[in-house]
T-cell receptor
Framework: DGGITQSPKYLFRKEGQNVTLSCEQNLNHDAMYWYRQDPGQGLRLIYYSQIVNDFQKGDIAEGYSVSREKKESFPLTVTSAQKNPTAFYLC?????????????FGSGTRLTVV | DQQVKQNSPSLSVQEGRISILNCDYT??????FLWYKKYPAEGPTFLISISSIKDKNEDGRFTVFLNKSAKHLSLHIVPSQPGDSAVYFCAASDRGSTLGRLYFGRGTQLTVWP
């Protein structure tokens, strides 16, 4: 079955550390996205990529970095520069035409800074 | 600047009654609209969509209405069931754009009580 896999489901990070969240899809989708969900804030776009080796900043990219070396993978690194990283992170993918048919979402990663 | 707005953060409805969730948008270039449903600690799942060439789309208990002149859409759930209790996100896209991204509202928490 095709889908998107995010790992780990729960992640704890000490202040000052970088952490990387994994996102893998086998849907053969060209575009991939990272969103952050906070209570009352909805889904806010961090980064997105429409093709391999290319990506763009979303609305809240500061303190985050991404790479897109393979079509299937779009890892997100939360750096120590991100001032409030505790949140629920969602990865999504779509066809190259983007939002024609909407996104398929992963099940999310809950990141907690301790 | 929020281009998609869900002004009601929460809605409480009795089982069997109709639930009406509302969404407004500001960008007149949006031509495709979607509703997603999200349970806690899970990724959103696609519920129903509508193209701007239509004013209504129905799928079982779910109906989406679009009023382009008012830049308003609504999701009707009839009859409401306790399993419908979740956060509902409205999303919109401009399919003519090369960016291919969805713009999400902040979500409405629907609670259906017995």
């Amino acid at each position: 079955d095709g889908g998107i896999t995010q790992s780990p489901k729960y992640l704890f990070r000490k202040e000052g550390q970088n952490v990387t969240l994994s996102c893998e899809q086998n849907l053969n989708h060209d575009a991939m996205y990272w969103y952050r969900q906070d209570p009352g804030q909805g889904l806010r776009l961090i980064y997105y990529s429409q093709i391999v080796n290319d990506f763009q900043k979303g609305d809240i990219a500061e303190g985050y970095s991404v790479s897109r070396e393979k079509k299937e993978s779009f890892p997100l690194t939360v750096t120590s520069a991100q001032k409030n990283p505790t949140a629920f992170y969602l990865c999504a993918s779509s066809t190259m035409t983007g939002a024609d048919y909407g996104y398929t979402f992963g099940s999310g990663t809950r990141l907690t800074v301790v | 600047d929020q281009q998609v707005k869900q002004n009601s953060p929460s809605l409480s409805v009795q089982e069997g009654r109709i639930s009406i969730l509302n969404c407004d948008y500001t960008n007149s270039m949006f031509d495709y609209f979607l509703w997603y449903k999200k349970y806690p600690a899970e990724g959103p799942t696609f519920l129903i969509s509508i193209s701007s060439i239509k004013d209504k789309n129905e799928d079982g208990r779910f109906t989406v209405f679009l009023n382009k002149s008012a830049k308003h859409l609504s999701l009707h759930i009839v009859p409401s069931q306790p399993g419908d209790s979740a956060v509902y996100f409205c999303a919109a896209s401009d399919r003519g754009s090369t960016l291919g991204r969805l713009y999400f509202g902040r979500g409405t928490q629907l609670t259906v009580w017995p």
